[in-house]
């Protein structure tokens, strides 16, 4: 079953403007973190933001926050003031205790000028 | 930090061929790699999980015999397509964690991807 769900599977958002992108998830384990990484054309992962289920506050790092919604499962990722190098894929994962890290399918987010 | 090398980055060949893909941790030790696929436009599919100095684990529907794993040593693995044809054309992508166990808030890093074409 899909345990990682992103609806969107293409965003467009207009330059330094904010965009939130949507992250669904499944799990039964109390101990489990959610991960957003970027993925340019160029192919490379790129590590963004992290949140773990303990995690009191929602995390921020820089332009990218998470709106972490523990009771509905969600874990939406929030680039405030979009740059034109921010348009790539963009993939939210998680990981369950001690396993390997599982992805959702992907949005690719392009930033208009 | 957590830089994970993977060569090479493009590869070309015949069908017919085996390719092997290399996947350094370079300044760290790392007992557990991971090996996706990703086909264009898609997610990353794990492939399997590379353990040192043992077998690595394959998820269903991956074959052993066409994608064979090694990892022997805590900074290398590689993962060998096996006469490779056009259908293994795809994206890999490798990936490691820092330490020894994991544990659920440590991020994955990943190396740039092989992109594999099979004529």
């Known amino acids: 079953a899909q345990k990682i769900t992103q609806t969107q599977p293409g965003m467009f958002v207009q330059e330094k403007e904010a965009v939130t992108l949507d992250c669904t998830y499944d799990?039964?384990?109390?101990?489990?973190?959610l991960f957003w990484y970027k993925q340019p054309s160029s192919g490379e992962m790129i590590f963004l933001i992290y949140q773990g289920s303990y995690d009191q506050q929602n995390a921020t790092e820089g332009r990218y926050s998470l709106n972490f919604q523990k009771a509905r499962k969600s874990a939406n990722l929030v680039i405030s003031a979009s740059q034109l190098g921010d348009s790539a894929m963009y993939f939210c994962?998680?990981?369950?205790?001690?396993?390997?890290?599982?992805f959702g399918a992907g949005t690719r987010l392009t930033v208009k000028p | 930090g957590a830089v994970v090398s993977q060569h090479p980055s493009w590869v070309i060949c015949k069908s017919g061929t085996s390719v092997k893909i290399e996947c350094r941790s370079l300044d760290f030790q790392a007992t557990t790699m991971f090996w996706y696929r990703q086909f264009p436009k898609k997610s990353l599919m794990l492939m399997a999980t590379s353990n040192e100095g043992s077998k690595a684990t394959y998820e269903q529907g991956v074959e052993k015999d066409k994608f064979l794993i090694n990892h022997a040593s805590l900074t290398l693995s590689t993962l060998t397509v096996t006469s490779a044809h056009p259908e293994d054309s795809s994206f890999y992508i490798c990936?490691?964690?820092?330490?020894?166990?994991?544990?659920?808030?440590?991020?994955?890093?990943f190396g740039d991807g092989t992109r594999l074409s099979i004529l």
């Open positions: 994962a998680m990981r369950e205790g001690g396993n390997d890290m599982r």
């Open positions: 990936s490691a964690g820092v330490g020894r166990r994991f544990y659920s808030n440590q991020p994955q890093h």
């Open positions: 799990t039964s384990d109390p101990s489990y973190g």
